[in-house]
């Protein structure tokens, strides 16, 4: 069994690409994290019947969850339907820089992040979740230009931390203290399948097995909670995944 305290410190590697000079000079870096990636396994996505996930079928304006980076940790899938680009500047709750790589697949449109909140760590288990993706603005009567007339945002009703997914899942609302941990994609065009290879931002995935270990482990009928991902993680539509959307 991975010990978490190895995978969130040991494995660490520095990717700053924060130079400009050398964005500029090499446009493709955009497309990797600067800051600290936690690199993982890299693990194919799937679909329920185990085929290789075809990224045609993320319907935009739907959540879709998967495992990673370990089996029993929830992260989001969502195509935002159009491309999400790069270089939003984040900072964790403890104050460490980094900036998001983007979106992934044919469109670059599709992101993931953990789903377990930054707040106070809902998260979205098979009987109910507090956290989704809203697509549609969550009061279009609401003329203002906050969040809630622009929609595409990940909220959760818990206390109402809201995250913008097109911008790393930064914090536009509530009391989180930090944007959800992005999970790095790589898309194969060949193959038309995405990787999961790492995360990156706040990881908070210790510190969810630890205080909910107990919950996880029987939810997923398992001992092993923090096994790592490998080879390949379903991908499930929330509706699938969740009997109950709470907000
Ligand atoms: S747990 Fe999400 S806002 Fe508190």
């Known amino acids: 069994m991975a010990n978490s305290n190895t995978f969130d410190r ?14 500029a000079a ?9 800051g600290e990636l936690i690199p993982a396994e890299r693990v194919r996505l799937v679909d329920p019947d185990g085929k290789t996930l ?11 969850v998967f495992h990673y980076p370990y ?26 820089a980094y900036r998001w790589a983007g979106g992934a697949g044919p469109g670059r449109s599709i992101v993931a992040f953990s789903a377990i909140c930054a707040h106070r760590m809902s998260y979205p288990t098979r009987t109910v979740s507090f956290i989704d993706y809203r697509h549609q603005p969550m009061s279009p ?12 945002v990940i909220y959760c009703c818990s206390e109402g931390s809201v995250y913008d997914p097109r911008e790393g899942a930064r914090v536009l609302s509530g009391p ?23 995360v ?6 210790e510190r969810f097995l630890t205080e909910f270990g107990l919950q ?32």
């Open 10 to 23: 040991r494995k660490f590697i520095k990717v700053c690409v924060g130079a400009g000079a050398a964005v």
């Open 26 to 34: 090499n446009p493709a870096l955009v497309a990797e994290p600067a």
């Open 54 to 64: 075809d990224p045609g079928s993320l319907a935009i304006g739907e959540s879709f």
């Open 71 to 96: 089996v029993t940790t929830p992260c989001f899938l969502i195509n935002l339907g159009s491309p999400a680009e790069p270089g939003a500047e984040l900072t964790t709750a403890d104050g460490r």
């Open 141 to 152: 009567s609401n003329t203002s230009s906050g969040w809630w007339s622009r929609g595409q």
């Open 176 to 198: 989180a203290p930090q944007p959800l941990a992005a999970v790095h994609l790589d898309y194969d065009p060949d193959e038309q399948a995405l990787f999961a290879t790492g």
């Open 200 to 205: 990156y931002g706040g990881s908070m995935f």
């Open 216 to 247: 996880v482990s029987l939810a997923h009928k398992r001992d092993d909670i923090r096994r790592e991902a490998r080879d390949t993680t379903v991908v499930w539509s929330m509706s699938e995944y969740t009997r109950t959307k709470a907000c």
